[in-house]
């Protein structure tokens, strides 16, 4: 089993930046595929952006060039650093884990503001 634990989501001004965190523990490869999703009321989840445990990066259209994710692969932790932020990127944000194409885990989610 692997728990995901989310952290970093606020409240921040159209504009701001936030920067989320996402711990992994338990039974992990160092292959792992680590991401975030965002799901905003009556909204279906949806991809952000992901990175390979060698670094290679995919980001959504809506987010490219403001958004940029990390990994920290020592303490299996992925980044997202949230720039320019949009009131349409408010959403609960997801972090996930994904070791095949039918094993994948989830965090709980950490919400995320956007008004002024």
């Known amino acids: 089993q692997v728990q995901l634990v989310e952290s970093g989501g606020g409240l921040v001004q159209p504009g701001g930046s936030l920067r989320l965190s996402c711990a992994a523990s338990?039974?992990?490869?160092?292959?792992?595929?680590m991401g975030w999703y965002r799901q905003a009321p009556v909204k279906q989840r949806e991809f952000v952006a992901d990175i390979t445990s060698g670094g290679t990066t995919y980001y959504a259209d809506s987010v490219k060039g403001r958004f940029v994710i990390s990994r920290d692969n020592a303490k299996n932790t992925v980044y997202l650093q949230m720039n320019s932020l949009k009131p349409e990127d408010a959403a609960a944000y997801y972090c996930n884990l994904k070791q095949s194409t039918t094993v994948e885990y989830w965090g709980q989610g950490t919400q995320v503001t956007v008004s002024s």
């Open positions: 338990g039974r992990l490869f160092s292959l792992d595929v």
